[in-house]
């Protein structure tokens, strides 16, 4: 469905070029519909060789050769990159943005007018294409918009349709930021296997490999994880003396208030932000 469709990026670091390869190695969209800008014309070069995509240092030549353009910089640039953009913007393009803890309403006062808006919360793990990608939609969506910001995300995972005002802060909580609960979770198992006498590399390949294969157990066998705890641990055996321990240690406390802080402070940033975006809009005129 994106075939015909022109897509836009501004700025193309790590998210960017994700979605870029995305796109264009599962040929859901063709690399001459493809335009990027950035700050960095080394990192241009790059993403023209590797996927054969235009480039561009002016973002508004991207607005301009666009029909769906999707904002991938930093949160703390976006305001102004909404605002250098926003004069060639119109209702005929759908503006996509995946900045973490930017929501709509910012959005929509940074550009200053109606337009047809999608907010994404994709993950890091779109790079190995497995980001599991939350998908929100503005006011003046299209029949049709959400499907479009779909087709585009599903090329580096899986993707959820939600409500912004409730759930994407949880989303942002867990799967946003659960990477790196992921990562600090493998790192601390390949530490224990090194306590108990694993070489550094077998270790991290073990917990590596464990996470990666409770998982797909999970996602093919869609069985609870608890009745898949359950299969693992005998009566009397090894897995249960630890989960014991895991318990002792406050494991799945831990988790919960960790997901719970990260949407806290989610929405305390996304509130000053549409804070900031309305302040500097009315100082503007
Ligand atoms: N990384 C993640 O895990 C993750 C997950 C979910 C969502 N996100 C969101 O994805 C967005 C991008 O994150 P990222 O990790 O890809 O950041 P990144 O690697 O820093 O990429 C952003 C790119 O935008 C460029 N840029 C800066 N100002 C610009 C401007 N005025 N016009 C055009 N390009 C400009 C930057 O160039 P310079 O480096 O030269 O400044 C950089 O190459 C963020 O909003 C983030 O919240 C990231």
Redesign the pocket.
Known sequence: MLQDKRIGF???????EALVSGLVLSKAAKPENIIC????TN?LEEIQQKYGVSTTAD?MEVVKNSDIIIY????Q??G??LKETAPGLDKSKLIIS???GVPLAAIAAGLGKELRLIRT????CAFVKESATAIAAGEFVLKGDVELARAIFDSVGETVFIQENVLMDAFTGLS?SGPAYIFIIVDALADAGVKMGLSRKDSLFLSTQTVLGSAKMLLESKEHPGQLKDRVASPGGTAIAGIHTLEQGGLRTTLINAVESAAKRSKELGDLMVKDFIENNKNNG
């Open positions: 501004i700025g193309c670091g790590n998210m960017g800008s950035d700050l960095s990192l973002n991938a910089t930093k949160p640039i976006i102004s990159v995946i900045a973490a919360m994709p993950n890091i946003g």
